[in-house]
């Protein structure tokens, strides 16, 4: 993968999309989140005709804070998972990601949770709410469970819309970045609403 990565999505939508793009603009994935399902289903495809399935993430369980997102493949076969760590999130977002036999390979976490604070308290004030989407973006970072850094997840400034850029910043292989960009995307349809 050409990094950075720029997962993109229109916020007025009905159905969630997101594509993602290299450094150079190419189409690495785009993903779809199916509407009105109790458990989350999503599909990653390789193309925008959504002809070609790349993976699928499903939810464990019905709605819940704490639940996790098992990647599979086009063939059935499990890649890795993220799990929400759910009253840590509360004050900083917090996830980690495990390769497909459940071994914590990441650790995601919110660089500074005060974003989010100030994040809710300007949404309540109508005018000002919509220009704290441009001015408050939150950043995560990936780590090793050693606790170095190896990737940077970055909300970027965007009107109507939200754009994050997926940035390499340590050694990691093709399948470790595969399962950061595909926590990620999980990552951003979870925390969406905010910056």
Known sequence: MNFPLRL????????????????????????????????????????????RLLLSIQADRIIDFSASYTF????????????RKGMRSIWRAHYLIADENG??????????PWIKLLDGFFDA??????????LLNPTYLVKRPDGEQ??????QPAFLE???????????????????LTAAIML????RYRG
């Open 8 to 51: 993109r999505f229109k916020i007025l939508t009905l159905f969630t999309r997101i594509e993602v793009t290299d450094a150079t603009g190419q189409l690495v994935c785009f993903v779809k989140k199916k509407a009105l399902k109790l458990r989350e289903h999503i599909e990653v495809y390789g193309d925008v005709e959504m002809t």
């Open 72 to 83: 599979t493949g086009a063939d059935g076969r499990k890649i890795g998972s993220v799990s």
């Open 103 to 112: 071994n914590l390979q990441f650790e995601i976490t919110e660089e500074n």
């Open 125 to 134: 004030i109508p005018v000002v709410s919509i220009l704290s989407g441009y």
């Open 150 to 155: 190896a990737f940077r997840i970055a909300k």
């Open 162 to 180: 939200g754009l994050y850029a997926l940035d390499r910043s340590g050694a990691a292989d093709e399948v470790a970045a595969a399962r950061v």
């Open 188 to 191: 951003v349809l979870l925390e």
